[in-house]
């Protein structure tokens, strides 16, 4: 059973605010990332982490930022929300070869 | 760069049927390759995967693929689908075992009674 946990899971805020989804997980993974899901489409890689002050940007551009200063804490962050970041935001570690997936957070900006 | 194609958006069974899902991958090297289910408003779970050893893979919940590098395919199948089975199944893969997994656009799967 994976343990990686995200909050808040839904999220319904307006235009030109911050928010920060938080991502934890408790298995000691170096390897964390963060995906975009839209819905009926496959998932997208807009940042991962190979360890502690480790981010990079996947491969679809996104506006958010990432940040990493513990291992089990990967959080994102929009400084301002507009309608086209509508989506569900999907949080992931990895071990050797598998990665485990939380219960994602789904993101209504009006 | 790798890809995945999964054939079909939506597969519907009846109940006590043959579940198969199609996936067809693209790499210049050997591939990792793994199936993911999804159900509503959940992250994804392993179903199995596929790395270099045996070429029929078993997973949970009854599922089994076969990599066929000759077809490129991965294809998944369960002999007889559960209602239980109702979800969005998505093909990745990944190459050289490095971070990066790429998707399959998803097959959402509805079983009748």
């Known amino acids: 059973e994976a343990d990686i946990y995200q909050t808040p899971r839904y999220l319904v805020i307006g235009t030109g605010k911050k928010i920060t989804l938080e991502c934890s997980q408790t298995?000691?993974?170096?390897?964390m990332y963060w995906y975009q899901q839209d819905p009926g489409m496959e998932l997208h890689l807009i940042h991962y982490s190979y360890g502690v002050n480790s981010t990079e940007k996947g491969d679809l551009s996104s506006e958010s930022t990432v940040s990493r200063i513990r291992t089990e804490h990967f959080p994102l962050t929009l400084e301002s929300a507009r309608p086209s970041h509508t989506s569900q935001y999907l949080c992931a570690s990895r071990d050797f070869y598998e990665q485990y997936f939380g219960p994602g957070t789904r993101l209504t900006v009006t | 760069a790798q890809s995945v194609t999964q054939l079909g958006s939506h597969v519907s069974v009846s109940e006590g049927a043959l579940v198969l899902l199609r996936c067809n991958y693209s790499s210049s090297v050997p591939p990792y390759l793994f199936w993911y289910v999804q159900y509503p408003n959940q992250g994804l779970q392993l179903l199995l995967k596929?790395?270099?050893?045996?070429?029929l893979v078993k997973g949970i919940n009854g599922f089994e693929a076969e990599f066929k590098k000759s077809e490129t395919s991965f294809h998944l199948t369960k002999p007889s689908a559960h209602m239980s089975d109702a979800a969005e199944y998505f093909c990745?893969?990944?190459?050289?075992?490095?971070?990066?997994?790429?998707f399959g656009a998803g097959t959402t799967v509805t079983v009748r009674a």
């Open positions: 990745a893969v990944s190459v050289n075992n490095d971070y990066k997994l790429s």
């Open positions: 298995m000691g993974h170096d390897k």
């Open positions: 596929y790395t270099s050893a045996a070429t």
